[in-house]
């Protein structure tokens, strides 16, 4: 399994940005597709972002389309989430995941939660109005 550990979480401004990142070490980062989740008080986890094994394929909930962006950077077995445009809704805990993605699937990148078997233990991210 992959260890996950996120970083830059925060307070911000409506219409801000924050830029998340999660450092991964483990099972071979290059392996993974990674995804981002967010879970708000009272409300499941769901789906932010998904990014592909090699970075060519990318998915996002209608929610955060044209606002959020997800990369990874192989060198640095870290995954990023830019969030810009932030609104108050956007406020959870966002928690980084790694996909157990069967081998050879280089372009895969998908929303389900069941597909993610490594999980981070989250960054608060909150959104004043």
């Known amino acids: 399994q992959e260890q996950l550990v996120e970083s830059g979480g925060g307070l911000v401004q409506a219409g801000g940005s924050l830029r998340l990142s999660c450092a991964a070490s483990?099972?071979?980062?290059?392996?993974?597709?990674m995804g981002w989740f967010r879970q708000a008080p009272g409300k499941e986890r769901q789906f932010v972002a998904a990014?592909?094994?090699?970075?060519?394929?990318?998915l996002y909930a209608d929610s955060v389309k044209g606002r959020f962006t997800i990369s990874r950077d192989a060198a640095k077995n870290t995954v990023y989430l830019q969030m810009n445009s932030l609104k108050p809704e956007d406020t959870a805990v966002y928690y980084c995941?790694?996909?157990?993605?069967?081998?050879?699937?280089?372009?895969?990148?998908?929303?389900?939660?069941?597909?993610?078997?490594?999980w981070g233990q989250g960054t608060q991210v909150t959104v004043s109005s």
């Open positions: 990014i592909s094994r090699n970075g060519g394929n990318t």
């Open positions: 995941a790694a996909d157990k993605v069967p081998p050879g699937y280089y372009y895969v990148a998908r929303g389900g939660i069941a597909n993610y078997d490594s």
């Open positions: 483990g099972r071979t980062f290059s392996t993974s597709a």
